[in-house]
């Protein structure tokens, strides 16, 4: 059991990011409004991540440790996710490498908290806390030293953490997300902030799209907003003339969730084929949302990648979305 988990473990954990990854997208699904998550070397021994979501119950707490247990799925419909998490293995794989505690409390109960080192769990303990839940991951792949040596430094794994915060920070603009490096002890240093976005969907995401990718992308973005059979694009596409040397401005989501998918981008490059040279690449942040059934997410464990029923019908409306708004913007 011990030696499964660990391997099944290594899928959906690879390194500090995955584990920041799956904890606040955790803590979006419990229903947060803050997140704050703190980091020391690289997340290599401290990974922290308090949100004010719906909490645990103490009763619930060691089914929330166990593989496979999971609150956002019945079992009857794998298709039918809404959630980003639904495979119940992040906490039981990150109790596998790492030393996991998690501190929880649900309005009008008791807090407790529950510990889980090498896959052996405690008993659950009384804690105080107030609503919301504290996940605190310790000394990750200390058992599984051949992990260890794959982690890069220091410096790499916080760049990683922090790309991965961003991209979850671009889908939740109505959540404040805060990053800090506490390497060294005390309060740390904030590495990144984003403060809970106001107004409607498009004010709240063009606001935490100028807080993330800066005020240029933000003046020149274009508001993208269509839909066709089903599937709903919105978001907002750069100008041309703010294209970039590389793709690193291109943050592509689906039902919520970060991908890194070949179709989508490959859309998003059809559809400035006209107005960029080979060596510029469009920036834009767009998000597709659909019926889960219409999408399959669960291609990959690290669930970036994604297939469509209809990729046809995804790739059509992402280039006659952006291209109509290139049009308008007299392209
Ligand atoms: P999944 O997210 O796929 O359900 P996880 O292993 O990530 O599986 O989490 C297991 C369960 O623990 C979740 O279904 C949820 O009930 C509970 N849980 C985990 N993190 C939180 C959190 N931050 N707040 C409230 N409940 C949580
Ligand atoms: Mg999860």
Avoid: W
Wanted: hydrophobic letters at 45%.
């Amino acid at each position: 059991e011990g030696a499964i988990n660990r391997i099944a473990a290594g899928e959906v954990v690879e390194r500090p990011a995955s584990a920041v990854k799956e904890l606040v997208e955790n803590a979006i699904d419990a229903g947060a409004t803050r997140v704050e998550i703190a980091i020391a070397a690289g997340g290599k021994t401290l990974i922290r991540v308090t949100d004010n979501g719906c909490g645990i119950l103490p009763d619930q707490l060691p089914l929330a440790l166990s593989r496979h247990a999971t609150s956002k799925i019945d079992g009857s419909d794998l298709l039918d996710i809404h959630t980003f998490g639904f495979r119940g293995e992040a906490l039981p794989s990150l109790g596998a490498v790492g030393r996991l505690t998690i501190t929880s409390r649900v309005k009008g109960a008791d807090a407790a908290s529950i510990s889980v080192a090498g896959g052996k769990l405690s008993p659950v303990k009384p804690a105080a806390l107030g609503q919301g839940t504290i996940v605190e991951l310790r000394d990750l792949f200390y058992a599984t030293p051949a992990r260890l040596k794959f982690m890069r430094s220091d410096r790499a794994e916080s760049q990683a953490i922090t790309d991965v915060v961003k991209r979850l920070a671009m889908a939740e603009p109505f959540v404040g997300i805060t990053l800090r490096d506490v390497t060294g002890g005390g309060e740390g240093r904030v590495t990144f902030r984003a403060d809970a976005e106001s107004g409607d969907l498009f004010d709240a995401l063009h606001g935490r799209l100028a807080r993330i990718l800066g005020a240029e992308f933000a003046e020149n973005a274009l508001r993208i907003d269509a839909e066709r059979e089903g599937l709903k694009l919105i978001g907002y596409a750069a100008l041309p003339t703010y294209s970039r040397g590389s793709s690193t401005a291109q943050y592509l989501f689906v039902n919520g969730r970060p991908v890194k998918d070949k179709l989508l981008v490959g859309a998003l490059r059809a559809a400035y084929f006209d107005f960029l040279s080979r060596d510029r690449h469009p920036a834009a942040a767009l998000f597709i949302d659909c019926d889960p059934q219409l999408v399959d997410v669960n291609v990959h464990p690290a669930k970036s990648e994604v297939r469509f029923r209809d990729p046809g019908l995804a790739r059509g409306l992402i280039v006659s979305a952006l291209k109509h708004a290139l049009a308008e913007a007299g392209h």
